[in-house]
């Protein structure tokens, strides 16, 4: 079985920093694509920032210039770095990561508990 769990959520007013991260944990033979999403009080869930398993990365364009998303290979982690964070960013981020787990043929979805950002003008 694999986990994934964030830390790093908050309170924070407008123009303030957050880091978010994620460990990924159990049976792992490899990670390909992490990436973090969000949920808004009634809106659907929406990819944030992704990250390849050889560093290429994408972002939404609402958060272009202001998050950024890093991983550490060696340790299954992935960190989203996010500055000038505005009221709108506010929503419960969720980790995701695309697992081959041991015993496995193919990779699979995996998410984490998700952790509330909430940002106060």
């Known amino acids: 079985q694999v986990q994934l769990v964030e830390s790093g959520g908050g309170l924070v007013q407008a123009g303030g920093s957050l880091r978010l991260s994620c460990a990924a944990s159990?049976?792992?033979?490899?990670?390909?694509?992490m990436g973090w999403y969000r949920r808004a009080p009634g809106k659907q869930r929406e990819l944030v920032a992704r990250?390849?398993?050889?560093?290429?990365?994408n972002y939404q364009d609402s958060v272009k210039g202001r998050f950024a998303i890093s991983r550490d290979n060696a340790k299954n982690t992935v960190s989203l770095q996010m500055n000038s964070l505005k009221p709108e960013d506010t929503a419960v981020y969720f980790c995701?990561?695309?697992?081959?787990?041991?015993?496995?043929?193919?990779?699979?979805?995996?998410w984490g508990q998700g952790t509330q950002v909430t940002v106060s003008s």
């Open positions: 990250i390849t398993g050889n560093g290429s990365t």
């Open positions: 159990g049976s792992i033979h490899s990670i390909n694509a």
């Open positions: 995701n990561a695309g697992v081959l787990s041991g015993g496995s043929r193919w990779y699979n979805d995996y």
